[in-house]
């Protein structure tokens, strides 16, 4: 998963199901899930890339709810993969599920 658009900007490797990206710690500001100031992944992923064979399916909201799309490659752009939140996908992740081959 990447911080910004193609692929640009802090990037990290997942391989297991994240319930909540709040407290997964990355390059977007945010407030935790006891409320305290953090930086995490939460609504801040832009691109996003699934190795061959795997698949993912991205939530819009925590604990895997919500709108959520089924990613199987490369999407340089999570604005125009929707529906999810204003912008599309973009900005939007709270919560991913990875599904191995
Ligand atoms: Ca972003
Ligand atoms: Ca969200």
């Known amino acids: 998963m990447y911080e ?3 692929y640009l900007g802090e990037s990290a490797h997942i391989t297991t199901n994240v319930s909540d ?13 006891q409320g305290l100031p953090t930086s995490a992944w939460n609504d ?7 190795a061959p064979g795997w698949r993912a399916h991205v939530y819009e909201h925590d604990n895997f ?6 990613v199987t ?29």
């Open 65 to 70: 709810d919500g709108d959520y799309i089924e």
């Open 21 to 33: 990206l709040k407290d997964y710690r990355g390059p977007c500001f945010e407030t935790d899930s």
């Open 4 to 6: 910004h658009a193609d």
């Open 73 to 101: 490659g490369d999407v340089a752009n999570l604005r125009f993969a929707g529906p999810g939140c204003s912008d599309g996908f973009n900005d939007c992740i709270t919560s991913i599920r990875v599904f191995a081959p």
């Open 44 to 50: 801040c992923i832009s691109s996003i890339s699934v």
